[in-house]
């Protein structure tokens, strides 16, 4: 079936550099794609979103990329700080046949800020 | 603002029980889910609910039932759990159309022995 997956499972960046986690899908037909953080023992926590009529979303110190040509979804984090350290994922969002409309995640990336 | 609220945070059941997982949200959102994350395989739907009185199948439904009798409540029921429902599950709501993000509670951490 199709899928959103993820290329680097852990990321590890110096405080202060910027980090750019990316994330492939497969479902052409997803309109809309979310980036969520999650720190441990919490539940996922909204970051970003980005619908695929756009190509480039910015909010603060994060940016999301969207190029539906390859599939391929990134999330930038300027000025990377000790508390971005956490778990990201990309989730896509379709309506299928079935009327069931929610939210397919991909594996997750662990980003690690070293100080 | 509560947001999504879970109960419990975390449990150890026998196999063969059963149990109920609850969650609520004050937010008034019509969509709700239930999602399971474990290692290695992420976070996946187990059951959704479009609205109040509907509910329907994610990807991993099997051994788990809901219910949806209002707009805030959508408890996930365990008929007789085994051990490969050892997992962390997550609540989470939203608005019901088309693109709009998901809310997630802290999760309910079941393990399953």
């Known amino acids: 079936g199709e899928s959103v997956g993820l290329h680097l499972p852990t990321l590890s960046v110096q405080e202060g550099d910027n980090s750019i986690i990316n994330c492939a899908y497969s479902n052409s037909a997803s309109d809309y794609f979310i980036w969520y953080k999650q720190e441990s023992g919490k539940g996922p926590q909204f970051i970003i979103d980005i619908r695929s009529n756009m190509d480039k979303r910015q909010g603060q110190r994060v940016t999301v990329l969207l190029n539906k040509t390859v599939k391929h979804l990134s999330l930038q984090i300027a000025a990377t700080q000790p508390g971005d350290s956490a778990v990201y994922f990309c989730a896509e969002n379709i309506e299928e046949d079935t009327g069931r409309r929610a939210l397919t995640f991909g594996s997750g990336t662990r980003l690690q800020v070293q100080p | 603002t509560a947001g999504i609220t879970q109960a419990p945070t975390s449990q150890i059941l026998a196999a063969g029980r059963s149990m109920t997982l609850r969650c609520t949200q004050d937010?008034?959102?019509?969509?709700m889910y239930w999602y399971r994350q474990d290692l290695g395989l992420g976070i996946r739907l187990i059951h959704y609910s479009n609205t109040a009185g509907t509910t329907g199948k994610g990807e991993v439904p099997d051994g788990y039932s809901v219910s949806r009798a209002n707009t805030d409540d959508f408890p996930l029921t365990l008929a007789s759990a085994v051990p490969s429902q050892t997992s962390v599950y997550f609540c989470?709501?939203?608005?019901?159309?088309?693109?709009?993000?998901?809310?997630f509670g802290q999760g309910t951490r079941l393990t399953v022995v």
């Open positions: 937010m008034r959102h019509n969509a």
């Open positions: 989470a709501s939203s608005e019901q159309g088309r693109g709009t993000e998901a809310f």
